[in-house]
Nanobody, 123 residues
Framework: QVQLVESGGGFVQPGGSLRLSCAASGSIFKINAMGWYRQAPGQQRELVAVITSGGTTTYTDSVNVRFTVSRDNANNTVYLQMNNLKPEDTAVYYC?????????????????WGQGTQVTVSS
């Protein structure tokens, strides 16, 4: 099994910054893509940013330039630096990891999710 533990959410005023962290642990051979999604009340979960094992990044248009995703492959950790936060960024942020692991002599890949961390942007 694989566990993703997030930290760094909280309350911030518009224009402020927060940094989210997500550490993966458990039966991991390799983590392919890692990323962040968010879900606001009454809305569907949406992709925020994703980073491949090689460092290629993708962002949703609304956060491009303001947010930066990075990862520490040695420690199976992904980060999301959020700057110039806006009220519309308010949501629960979820970490996601595409994990490759071995069981019974076979290789598998599976998607894992963190428990979510609340980010609230308000004056």
């Amino acid at each position: 099994q694989v566990q993703l533990v997030e930290s760094g959410g909280g309350f911030v005023q518009p224009g402020g910054s927060l940094r989210l962290s997500c550490a993966a642990s458990g039966s991991i051979f390799k983590i392919n893509a890692m990323g962040w999604y968010r879900q606001a009340p009454g809305q569907q979960r949406e992709l925020v940013a994703v980073i491949t094992s090689g460092g290629t990044t993708t962002y949703t248009d609304s956060v491009n330039v303001r947010f930066t995703v990075s990862r520490d492959n040695a420690n199976n950790t992904v980060y999301l630096q959020m700057n110039n936060l806006k009220p519309e960024d308010t949501a629960v942020y979820y970490c996601n990891a595409d994990v490759k692991y071995s069981r019974g002599g076979y290789w598998y890949t599976a998607d894992y999710w963190g428990q979510g961390t609340q980010v609230t942007v308000s004056s």
